[in-house]
């Protein structure tokens, strides 16, 4: 009797739990984005996946090496600043250029970072904590 009294009286989430939870059209909207742009990179289409990168991050997605992935899936979705920036946990399946790796595809957790940009979700990198300090 104790126990089902317990479960029943179960004080509700709190509210950084409940902010958690993004409004169904705005994860569609970020979930779409982000499909769209692993599929591109899958492709090989990184020219067409620009059109999906933040202006303040475009020159750097230019000029950095592409990843070979070969799939990918969302595993998890973390929202900040009112459900305008997300951090998007990913599963790659990736080649990686490494002796006793060639030809076989690696599974790697990876996260991107997504900002609403104009109405639209562009993914972003944020130097303050993606890049890697140098003296430079």
Known sequence: MMAAAAVFSQTPPAASEKASQAPPEVDAALRARVNQFYRLETEGKFNQA????????????????????QSFEIQGI???DNFTKAAVMTMVLRLLPIQGFMGH???TKTTSRWKLENGQWGYYVDPQKDLPATPF
């Open 78 to 80: 973390d929202y900040s």
């Open 105 to 107: 595809p690696l599974p």
């Open 50 to 69: 620009l059109q999906l990168v933040a202006e303040d991050t475009k020159d750097l997605f230019v000029g950095s090496s592409k990843p070979a992935y």
